[in-house]
């Protein structure tokens, strides 16, 4: 079947842009991660959803950084005024459940802030 | 918090030698482990898991790895590596009692010598 796929898998923007990276997760799943990878940090959580539940915000870097997920199903983050610091691989995931199941990783959209 | 290291940043060795990566964790209860592998510009592809019972577990492409509770160790192993086995490797614990979010070591990249 298929897996988690992202768009766009590039981005470049001008600093101060807002930007929206999407996950659509593997059908079915009702857990939704997203995922940071820079040089400087290494990987890092961002957000959590699981199904209707409120979202774990804990670990957005500032509040710039904001997730919706739409229908149990496809998530959107967006990055408003972006920084250079910014510039990573935005990694998402999802899993049947959150607890004790295995994530499933998209191959990641890379955003360039210029 | 939870905590993962991996003290080895570089590891090179010979197509055919044997292979160990190293994974310290830190968590307060027992752990959900796991190895995931990332090629370049790829997403990450889970290569085993450990989540309760048989200490030893199996994983894909030939890889295992051992939970020593002992030592908070989770070390990946492989007896003879191919060519194809080079990438990063990132070791990383699952919070169950906070959705499963993982916390990732900082990777280990591996290098292959013909």
């Known amino acids: 079947g298929a897996g988690v796929s992202q768009s766009p898998s590039n981005k470049v923007t001008e600093k101060g842009k807002d930007v929206e990276l999407r996950c659509d997760p593997i059908?079915?799943?009702?857990?939704l991660y997203w995922y940071r990878q820079s040089l400087g940090q290494g990987l890092e959580f961002l957000i959590y959803?699981?199904?209707?539940?409120?979202?774990?915000k804990s670990g957005l870097p500032s509040d710039r950084f904001s997730a919706e997920r739409t229908g149990g199903s496809v998530s959107t983050l967006t990055i408003q005024r972006t920084q250079q610091e910014d510039s990573a691989v935005y990694l998402c995931?999802?899993?049947?459940?959150?607890?004790?199941?295995?994530?499933?990783f998209g191959p990641g959209t890379r955003l360039t802030v210029t | 918090a939870q905590s993962v290291t991996q003290p080895d940043i570089h590891i090179t060795v010979s197509e055919g030698a044997s292979l160990e990566l190293r994974c310290n964790y830190s968590?307060?209860?027992?752990?959900?482990l796991f190895w995931y592998v990332q090629s370049p510009g790829q997403g990450l592809q889970l290569l085993l898991k450990?989540?309760?019972?048989?200490?030893l577990v199996q994983g894909i492409k030939g890889f295992e790895a051992e939970f020593k509770r002992s030592q908070s160790s989770f070390n990946l192993r492989k007896p003879s590596v191919h060519w194809s086995d080079a990438a990063e490797y990132f070791c990383?614990?699952?919070?169950?009692?906070?959705?499963?979010?993982?916390?990732f070591g900082g990777g280990t990249r591996l290098m292959v010598k013909p």
């Open positions: 959803f699981q199904g209707n539940s409120a979202p774990d």
């Open positions: 059908s079915g799943h009702t857990a």
């Open positions: 995931a999802s899993s049947f459940r959150g607890g004790n199941h295995e994530q499933y």
């Open positions: 968590y307060g209860a027992t752990p959900y």
């Open positions: 450990y989540f309760s019972g048989d200490t």
């Open positions: 990383a614990v699952g919070a169950l009692d906070a959705g499963n979010m993982l916390t």
